[in-house]
Each structure stands twice: as structure tokens, then as C-alpha cells.
């Protein structure tokens, strides 16, 4: 299954997301955020993410059109409206190794 199509380049973004509440206040807002999580999986935005270990954050692989999309985006994330968390951005061009290619296009590994 390919996800949706949206506008990007051959970029991809990992974001770090790091604590700087208390867990039992990101734990507050934890659901809210796993359903923002879900919406940009479904539209093919985010390619996959999970939490840091130890719980000090999380990690998501993202494509997108540019950095400025990738920004505006992470304001609209409950942990970050709610104070308990921000996010470092690095930016990058897979080109070697077999997920490479899935990255960037979107496919599922079943199918590169």
C-alpha cells in the first residue's frame, strides 16, 4: 500500500521531540497528541515515529514539501500547544540503503 500523495521533494525530516514537563503532564496530553500523530500518518505526512528510550521524548520520520511546512506543523501538536515539549528538526536526502528509496517515495518496504 502506497500512502497518499502529497507534495514533497526528496527530502525527509526527522523531528526529535523532547520533555520539558513532568510525564504526568505530558501523560495529560499524550491521547491528544497520539490522534495528531494519526491524522498526518493518514494523509502520508508522517512515515513513522515512537517514543524515545529512555521516555525523554519522541521521534517521527516525516516528508514534506519544505522546512516551513514541517515548522508550522509542529505548533499545531497538543505537546507543544500545551507546553510540555519542542521539537529539534534535521533535515535530510536519503540515498543509500534499502529504505532509501521508501522514504522518499512513500512506498511500503513491501514494495521496494
Request: net charge negative.
Amino acid at each position: 500500500m502506497t500512502a497518499p500523495s502529497l507534495p514533497h521533494n526528496d527530502t525527509v525530516f526527522v523531528l526529535t521531540v523532547t520533555y520539558n514537563a513532568p510525564l504526568k503532564c505530558v501523560d495529560e496530553l499524550l491521547q491528544a497528541h497520539r490522534d495528531w500523530l494519526d491524522s498526518h500518518f493518514s494523509s502520508g505526512l508522517f512515515l513513522a515515529s515512537g517514543p524515545r528510550v529512555p521516555r525523554t521524548g519522541g521521534v517521527i520520520l516525516a516528508r514534506a514539501a519544505d522546512r516551513a511546512d514541517v515548522e508550522a506543523l509542529i505548533l499545531t501538536d497538543p505537546f507543544v500547544l500545551g507546553g510540555v515539549a519542542y521539537y529539534d528538526i534535521v533535515q535530510f536526502h536519503p540515498t543509500r540503503g534499502p529504505f532509501a528509496e521508501p522514504l522518499v517515495t512513500g512506498a511500503t518496504v513491501e514494495q521496494a
